[in-house]
T-cell receptor, first 110, second 114 residues
């Protein structure tokens, strides 16, 4: 089955860029996703990238996809305290099930 | 347009009991997926319902069952509760024909099994 791996923790200073990395094993997903989860809340779709693209930019968010290495990353420019949350990478496996990584907790310090 | 809602917000049960969790999908959505999120983990897919039929299941035992109603709302039932069933249960709705299959998540039900 699909295996999605993420680093567990990232500390970043306010105003700096954050980069969250994700690797996956099953490349059948047409789209790859980044979700954000704030304390006590459900998941919110942040952005997604089509599997035929290498990069997608959406305001402060940049998604990079390296299909050869099965590596997905999310860059947040000018990180703000409101960006403190857990970020999940998610891809569909070959059975059509959405598989999530364990999440990366991002802590933004002043 | 209302978002995905779930009830109850929190629930405490004891081992061996049964529980029913409820989800109202976003208006216009015909597909509901359920996920279990243990503490410190990512959500794990339980199953999905499309037009009242189960349409895919994760690695969960048969004591996890569900229903989808004609209005596309859904229930998750768990029988013979075990301590390891303690988790946040998330429901997500989507429109099956959506080209990028975005799932909209509810806030979840926090289940504690004692």
């Amino acid at each position: 089955g699909e295996d999605v791996e993420q680093s567990l923790f990232l500390s970043v200073r306010e105003g700096d860029s954050s980069v969250i990395n994700c690797t996956y094993t099953d490349s059948s997903s047409t789209y790859l996703y980044w979700y954000k989860q704030e304390p006590g809340a459900g998941l919110q779709l942040l952005t997604y990238i089509f599997s035929n693209m290498d990069m997608k930019q959406d305001q402060r968010l940049t998604v990079l996809l390296n299909k050869k290495d099965k590596h997905l990353s999310l860059r947040i420019a000018d990180t703000q305290t409101g960006d403190s949350a857990i970020y999940f990478c998610a891809v569909y496996d070959s059975w059509g099930k959405l598989q999530f990584g364990a999440g990366t907790q991002v802590v933004v310090t002043p | 347009e209302t978002g995905v809602t779930q009830s109850p917000t929190h629930l405490i049960k004891t081992r061996g009991q049964q529980v029913t969790l409820r989800c109202s999908s976003q208006s216009g959505h015909n597909t509901v997926s359920w996920y279990q999120q243990a503490l410190g983990q990512g959500p794990q897919f339980i199953f999905q319902y499309y037009r009242e039929e189960e349409n895919g299941r994760g690695n969960f035992p048969p004591r996890f069952s569900g229903l989808q109603f004609p209005n596309y709302s859904s229930e998750l039932n768990v029988n013979a509760l075990e301590l390891d069933d303690s988790a946040l249960y998330l429901c997500a709705s989507s429109l099956r024909q959506d080209s990028y299959n975005e799932q909209f998540f509810g806030p979840g039900t926090r289940l504690t099994v004692l």
